[in-house]
């Protein structure tokens, strides 16, 4: 078999994540040392760079830079929110053949994945060699066929952090806390909360995630039965909570809905739905300390906070994505799974399989009354935080006698 | 001079730091090896636990477990937003006297040290020897005297690390980014969002400061002016930013305010005036993607983003205030002096030049336009920093001509 020569082209899709840049290295690193690829392109702002042919010739970047580039949050080659329609993905290829490209790589999700795929089409259509690989990434952890994706650990670290610190905080200062969470559909991230409990009264001891329905009155008797018993109550809530039939709790209070390229109602950058909350349990239970927080853009993008286990697979889904297009002739998106307590392995997954589909917390990491996780989920969880987790103690000196009274 | 013997009490006030309980296991260490302190006691729930009775035997308490405490965040001895007055204060005294303490360290902020104040008068007017003791501690760094308070370098480490993050989304996917930080009278922590910009162009491109009146149309023009530059723009506003007159911002559109025990408006735990700001953007200047996020509870006690010169500062100055009180006889607040670039000393400074005071942005850190800092910020804020900061970078590849236009 002759080998395929020509360029390659990686781009980033979607939302960044905190490891984006380790897969985006791998690429790069990885496709310099095969003399069949002539350059190594990165489309600047995803698919909307190809079709304007905005490329930087990462040919042409040190090695040094790409290391520090892959240590760097978000998307590095910048992003875009633009979904290609069959049009839009006739305009890339034309675009992948006029550069003479030979291997497309797109770091991205379930759309970005289904980009891939159109584009392979148009490829295959034209009788034209083009080998089409997604590299998966998204802090949702919603790509069906992958044990996780990169990103989700490092966000599962920040967010599992940030309540193993509100809740110290909340125990310190006692109310009702409720922080929001980012995951549309998918509660994978909310489910994270659960992971920084060190001690039995430990919150968040309560969890609501976007795979049950979502009822107001439950909640509140949840919130009053956890103040009877603890005196204080810490709240993880996905943004994505819906009434069960799919319509979001965020629409029922929100008057102008700001809708995205892809239809989806905006539900991140504001602190609408926690408010709405606190307000419910303020007025409902007559609690006076009750405080909302929407943790926002920082769970995906924050410097510092990353899973050294997120960080190494970032880079070899990146670095395989490579290896399996060279040297295997494949197209497909790079799928990874869990093969022991913990270990992975990488395969290829055609196109088709991950494509605009969406995988969702299973009922078996779900407890019963569908407000908290099961410890199935801490055995899932767990070993993707990677090292070095911060692990919170308490006095346990004995109390002293009264004198006074 | 005879040795003061007896009991020494030790507490935390007010909300709680990511590096607080370093402060304690300095004065717990330090204080166990002074043969006239015959037991360390920790008041639970601060001064509300001494009027109470509530304390634990920190005599009894192993190092190591203190060494852990040491390094989680938040008041491990839990606090109380209760601020005593006259007829409170003679409470704790009362109490004190009872339980034969001879030493009273009250770690927190400048209500903390009034009350060690007036509980340091009671003793005085009894005849009764009784050192008290105050340990600054506050991430909003409103000490007066203090270069700076310990809390304040990690919460500003957390700060500008979540700024460098959020600028680097908002320059994958373009908008106007809002981030409400907190600081009710003081600017320095919403100032750290400085810290985390590295080129030029970065974020945040616009920060408004409680210490300069805030106007609605100001502030539109500005990012206006900003967007018309980069194409993008992410702002840092502190949640006490007000009218001039000292009236919130956000109070122009909450209808029920919350007030605590101190008569102060709630501003932390709701979205509200990131929700406000964001809105009047979308509205009148016709912009799309408008994102505002309220970092929240999530500045103060966030586990393992912690600055190394404030955990040893805020273990130094737990240490150094039983060393002042027991090597020299004296009441007073430790106070932090910077003596070099980076260097600091600790003073024992009177209570009452501490007490109930507020120290603000000085007008040298705050640029004419009242919408930025000064380069003369970043000399004083990069060193508390700490060691192991993030530093970003970019793709540096040359740019590929275009081939079909």
């Known amino acids: 078999m002759a080998k395929l020569e020509g360029k390659a082209v990686v781009a980033q899709g979607g939302g960044p994540t905190a490891v984006i840049n380790q897969s985006l290295a791998g690429v790069v690193i990885e496709a310099r040392k095969f003399t069949q690829v002539s350059r190594v392109y990165g489309a600047v702002n995803g698919v909307a760079g190809i079709v304007k042919e905005e490329f930087m010739d990462l040919t042409q970047e040190t090695t040094h830079n790409l290391e520090q580039l892959a240590r760097t949050p978000s998307s590095a080659l910048l992003s875009t929110r633009e979904k290609p329609d069959a049009e839009y993905c006739a305009r890339i290829f034309k675009v992948l053949k006029a550069h003479d490209v030979r291997y497309f790589f797109y770091i991205g999700g379930n759309d970005s994945a289904d980009t891939a795929r159109i584009v392979n089409q148009n490829a295959e259509a034209a009788g034209y060699d083009l080998r089409c690989v997604h590299i998966p990434k998204t802090i949702d952890n919603d790509l069906v066929i992958n044990d996780h994706t ?3 650990p490092s966000a599962a670290r920040f967010v599992s952090l940030a309540f193993m610190g509100v809740n110290l905080d909340n125990r310190a200062l006692p109310g009702v806390y409720i922080a929001v969470v980012m995951g549309r559909h998918a509660g994978f991230l909310t489910a994270a909360s659960s992971l920084g ?29 956890v103040m009877g018993q603890h005196g204080r109550c810490v709240v993880a809530v996905s943004e994505g909570i819906n009434d069960g039939a799919g319509e979001p709790i965020m629409t029922q209070l929100t008057k102008e809905i700001e809708r995205d390229a892809h239809g989806n109602v905006q539900l991140s950058g504001t602190g609408a739905l926690g408010d709405l909350l606190a307000n419910e349990v303020r007025q409902q239970l007559k609690i006076k300390r009750v405080r909302a927080d929407t943790f926002g853009y920082l769970q995906r993008s924050f410097a510092g906070v990353v899973s050294d286990v997120d960080q190494n697979e970032a880079r070899e889904v990146g ?6 297009a060279l040297w295997r002739d494949v197209d497909g998106s790079v799928t990874i799974h869990r093969t022991g307590n913990y270990s992975v392995d990488y395969q290829m997954t055609p196109l088709a399989e991950i494509a605009a589909k969406t995988k969702h917390m299973p009922d078996e990491f779900i407890n019963e009354a569908g407000n908290d996780v099961t410890p199935a989920f801490y055995g899932y969880g767990r070993p993707l935080l990677g090292s070095g987790m911060h692990l919170p103690t308490r006095v346990r000196a004995p109390r002293v006698g009264k004198l006074l009274g």
Chains 1, 2 share one sequence.
């Open 150 to 152: 990169p990103g989700y």
């Open 197 to 225: 409990r060190a001690y039995d009264d430990d919150g968040p001891h309560l969890i609501y995630l976007p795979e049950r329905p979502f009822s107001l009155e439950r909640f509140l008797g949840d919130v009053d039965r």
């Open 319 to 324: 670095e395989k994505a490579v290896q399996f």
